[in-house]
């Protein structure tokens, strides 16, 4: 029973573990509020969440653990890490109109 309620934990840890990363713009500062300082924080957040989202997406070890004990978990993970990726680059389309607009070093 022990090893029964053991990998129940682990299936459940790993699963939770290999979510999709968060990110949504609705709660981000307004860009027209932003200073360049503030801009370029945000872009390089940007990269870092993208990247994430595209390691966890295809053929990760996320989805092959999704596929081997909760098959529908690996579609659901990669239309979640498509919608992270598909927010962050509108997301950081934006910041490099208003980054340009403002004259902000591309440093």
Do not use: H
């Not at 004990?69 to 890490?81: H, I, K, L, S, Y």
């Amino acid at each position: 029973m022990k090893k029964l309620t053991a990998g129940l934990l682990l299936i459940a840890s790993l699963t939770l573990a290999s979510c999709a990363p968060k990110y949504t713009a609705a709660t981000a500062k307004p860009v027209s509020d932003m200073n360049c300082a503030e801009i370029k924080d945000e872009l390089g957040k940007l990269a870092t969440v993208r990247t994430e989202a595209q390691n966890k997406s295809g053929v990760s070890k996320e989805n092959v653990l999704f596929v081997l004990f909760f098959w529908p978990g690996a579609v659901v993970n990669e239309m979640d890490n498509r919608d992270v990726i598909a927010k962050v680059d509108a997301r950081t389309e934006e910041l490099n109109k208003a980054q340009s607009a403002k004259s902000c070093p591309a440093n």
